[in-house]
């Protein structure tokens, strides 16, 4: 074979690019008797390499919610040598990572597909590697159309709402906080993150839809859909952009905005940086933040 392997583990490491409508999802994460993204990629993966005790290494990008999308999501999995040959005997590595992408797509139902599997560069890891995450949120307001074709990837909302008051609150978010104020903490984590962009924008097409586009480095749990409800709250008139300055440098959960609904959030992209500075991402990445430590 021609694959790169890891001299220590013996393992290859595959990087798989897919996509999944979250509708009938309840969420990432594999869970006993619930339909799971997870679950569903862990059996496709027993029936073509057999059970594994392991679960091949199996590592997401970033776990998403029962109910949200994914346009372009990644992970990656550990097969050996062993599992690889259960494929056959291939001339060339572009038909391996052909293959796996085939037999998990003959096995996967039609609101899951993988777009590509590769082999994945040094150092390489799905989650700790990537350096940016992209989400979207759609939202058919007052002035927009509702779409009942878009229903289950669109959130309906009565009033038509200010674009340029959201605008303007939006950039109260950018730069590196602590989005304490805007996530669902978890035990050893922090919730500092750096926000690169947000856009809230119109389409032009007949439905008029709302779409808040955000990218940061990383999201904590709930910080896309706490943002979008407060930015909400401005383009209703319920907030000011001084409120969501004040909510922001609070740092406080307590008495935050409205967490909007799951269906109308999509994940559109990671970022990942070269090959070479893969390794030197992982650590960064690994290395929890201060804003001290940031400065």
């Not at 694959?3 to 999944?20: I, M, N, W």
């Not at 057999?50 to 590592?59: K, N, V």
């Not at 996967?108 to 993988?114: H, K, Q």
């Not at 590769?118 to 939202?139: K, N, Q, V």
Request: aromatic fraction near 8%; hydrophobic fraction near 40%; charge should be neutral.
């Amino acid at each position: 074979m021609n694959e790169p392997v890891d001299t220590v583990s013996g393992l290859v490491r595959f990087k798989v690019d897919f996509a999944y409508d979250g509708t009938n999802f309840n969420g990432w994460a594999k869970q006993p008797k619930l339909r799971t993204v997870e679950g569903c990629f862990l059996a496709a993966l027993e029936q073509v390499f057999e059970a594994d005790p392991g679960c091949f290494g199996l590592t997401v990008a970033g776990r998403t919610d029962a109910g949200v999308h994914a346009r372009h999501q990644v992970l990656h999995i550990d097969l050996s040598p062993t599992q690889i040959k259960r494929l056959g005997r291939f001339a060339g590595s572009t038909i391996i990572e052909g293959a796996i992408r085939d037999r998990l797509n003959s096995l996967l139902d039609d609101d899951i597909r993988v777009f590509s599997v590769e082999f994945a560069p040094e150092g390489f890891d799905a989650r700790f590697a990537a350096t940016h995450r992209r989400y979207r949120y759609r939202i058919a307001d007052g002035l927009a159309v509702k779409d009942p074709i878009e229903a289950h990837s669109t959130l309906w909302t009565r009033k038509p709402l200010d674009l340029e008051a959201m605008q303007a609150a939006a950039l109260k978010l950018y730069g590196l906080h602590d989005f304490a104020s805007f996530c669902r903490p978890r035990p050893f984590s922090t919730t500092i993150r750096e926000v690169r962009e947000i856009r809230v924008t119109r389409r032009t097409d007949e439905n008029a839809v709302v779409e808040i586009h955000l990218l940061a480095d990383a999201f904590c749990h709930n910080m896309v859909r706490s943002i979008v409800g407060a930015l909400i709250a401005v383009g209703e008139g319920r907030a000011s952009v001084a409120d969501i300055d004040t909510r922001l440098k609070a740092a406080d959960r307590t008495s935050s905005y409205k967490v909007v609904a799951a269906k109308g959030l999509t994940l559109m992209e990671i970022g990942y940086p070269p090959a070479e500075q893969m390794a030197a991402q992982v650590a960064r990445t690994k290395d929890t933040r201060t804003l001290d430590e940031e400065d």
